[in-house]
């Protein structure tokens, strides 16, 4: 590749951006991510006209980021157009809809996701990215879950487990999605906590708590993410954590461990280090073999590479990574860590490149082609 083809190229693509009706800061930023693709791309597949193709990339990204921000303002008009929030009250019914929701009829995968779309509020999209398939996929099994139960009277509440998982989809769309439900999400696992003595009701409840008092960490100026191992630890809610951890001792105490009070015990190790160095890894390790044995989930066996990367070394948690299927979501991601954990900065730029072209969300998108920039930044240093 001609490094200095490429320099060259950037003033002349800048300016036709800004004729096509870019501003000269968005048109600079979308030809810098267009340079770092371009960077892990023209090794291999040098592109007949290099003009032209930087040209074409880097408008996508300049519209990637348009209808980015546009949509952000419509969030935020809609948000002062809406009428000033009263109380919200500590009861309703909106925790028995989901148990009726959940219908007996159903299979618990179908009464999940059926209940996310009438009652929790999300989007089929959002439905289909929390269980790892093709959004039409979800719109086909919301469709036949609607038709099992049509013209069935919606009088017998589905079973505790089911209901279980709902909030937890939703409390984790709302952490980390389009849509604020995190607090919808507690109050009604607040409710269910206070009416039943399940411990994993309980563990459930310690897990979105633990969680959502790292959440004004999580986010930098301009919506940037920001690691844990980064984020400010003393903009946690310690308060938060504290009732966290009471109800998570509690709900293990009871020696029924279930997946949610295995989550939260790793939430909680992450909580109590006093820095990310301090993390107790060996400990969160063992509470990973502990929730595999609750659940047999690639995305949690995905975690617990990071973990063992962690406790053991990067080169175990590769080792632990070679098991997993290479097109579980984020995989990419977790590779391009280990492997610059390791020393191999070159193929961990690409893979980073790689992992951000991958992402289904601006701000991870952002992240990972941050990642990327700084790794071949180290590359040329």
Not at 328 to 350: I, N, S, T, W
Request: some cysteine.
């Amino acid at each position: 590749m001609d490094a200095a083809l490429l320099r060259a190229l950037v003033p002349v693509v800048i300016g036709i951006l800004v004729r096509r009706g870019a501003d000269f800061a968005s048109a600079e930023d979308a030809v810098q991510e267009a340079m770092i693709r371009a960077l892990d791309t023209w090794q291999v597949d040098p592109p007949r006209d290099p003009k032209a193709w930087l040209v074409a990339a880097a408008w996508h990204k300049f519209l990637d980021a348009a209808r980015s921000e546009t949509a952000r303002r419509g969030r935020e008009l809609g948000a002062d157009a809406e009428p000033a929030a009263g109380q919200v009250p500590d009861t309703d019914d909106s925790l028995w809809l989901y148990f009726l929701c959940v219908h007996p009829a159903l299979s618990p995968g179908s009464a999940v996701a059926l209940t996310l779309r009438a009652v929790g509020g999300l989007t089929t999209r959002q439905i289909a990215s929390a269980y790892l398939v093709p959004e039409a996929t979800m719109a086909q099994r919301i469709s036949r879950a609607k038709r099992r139960i049509a013209g069935k009277p919606l009088n017998r509440p589905g079973d505790l487990t089911t209901v279980l998982r709902v909030l937890y989809l939703v409390f984790n769309e709302g952490y980390s999605g389009d849509i604020d439900l995190t607090a919808e999400a507690i109050r009604l696992t607040r409710q269910l906590a206070s009416a039943t003595d399940d411990p994993e009701v309980a563990g459930l409840l310690a897990l979105m708590l633990l969680h959502h008092a790292r959440r004004a960490s999580r986010t930098g100026p301009g919506g940037r993410l920001v690691p844990l191992a980064e984020q400010d630890r003393s903009r946690w809610d310690t308060g938060l954590i504290a009732e966290g951890i009471t109800l998570l001792h509690a709900a293990l105490a009871r020696d029924r461990l279930g997946e949610y009070q295995a989550q939260a015990a790793i939430a909680a190790l992450h909580a109590d280090a006093p820095s990310a160095a301090e993390t107790d890894w060996v400990q969160i390790v063992e509470w990973y073999d502990e929730l595999l044995t609750c659940t047999d989930s690639p995305v949690v066996r995905l975690n617990r590479a990071v973990a063992v990367g962690e406790a053991d070394g990067p080169q175990a948690g590769l080792a632990e990574l070679n098991t997993l299927d290479p097109d579980l979501p984020r995989y990419a991601a977790v590779h391009a860590y280990l492997l610059e954990r390791a020393g191999d900065l070159e193929q961990a730029a690409q893979l980073y490149a790689a992992a951000a072209y991958a992402a289904t969300s601006v701000p991870e998108r952002d992240h990972l082609t941050r990642a990327a920039a700084r790794v071949r930044q180290s590359l040329r240093s």
